[in-house]
């Protein structure tokens, strides 16, 4: 009776686990639609190992990848994100920077010491990063940003603050820095 009850508990702590796993063709299917809608039939899908490498899961052929952040930390329910392929080994140095921090000043001190002394994977200038977030696919926001690593005010003629409610530079002069986009 014993091990009867405790088989019992065991499989409704299971039960919730197997739900919620998702198959690589759910994986696909929510991590493509970060991408442009006219994309999304050829960008590459990759899912995150716990060691921060990928393995991909569908090969695509326009240079673009999305990937499934749903329910990880600090993400929400509803989370995908998609870049250019060419900075997959940044996403990889991001997510251990962020495994290894203790908060967010402490993530950005790695990022930091990384962009100091070389170590920082690069990213690829005039790439663009988008992230679809929300509570549900359907309830989900667009956020854009476009790579400017070192740019400047003066070298791409964007401001350094968004209050005129066009698109700014964030993070200007360092390998950081990046085009912010209005309307979130």
């Not at 080994?89 to 001190?109: C, G, H, L």
């Not at 401001?159 to 964030?170: N, S």
């Amino acid at each position: 009776m014993k091990r009867l009850l405790i088989l019992a508990a065991l499989a409704l702590v299971c039960l919730p686990l197997g739900l919620s796993a998702q198959t690589d063709a759910e994986r696909i299917a929510r991590a493509v639609l970060g991408a442009p809608t006219r994309m999304q039939d050829d960008v590459m899908v990759v899912k995150w190992n716990a060691d921060h490498s990928h393995t991909v899961i569908r090969e695509g052929s326009n240079g673009m990848v999305c990937y499934d952040r749903s329910g990880e930390d600090g993400h929400p329910a509803f989370s995908v994100q998609c870049t250019s392929v060419a900075n997959l080994a940044r996403v990889s140095q991001n997510r251990r920077f962020a495994a290894e921090a203790a908060d967010r000043q402490a993530n950005r001190a790695l990022v930091a010491a990384a962009a100091a002394n070389g170590t920082r994977e690069a990213v690829e200038y005039g790439s663009v990063w988008i992230r679809l977030t929300g509570d549900s696919a359907e309830t989900a926001s667009r956020h854009l940003t476009i790579a400017m690593p070192m740019a400047t005010t003066e070298s791409s003629g964007f401001p350094e603050r968004g209050e005129g409610g066009g698109a700014f530079l964030m993070a200007a002069g360092t390998t950081e820095a990046h085009l912010m986009t209005p309307g979130r």
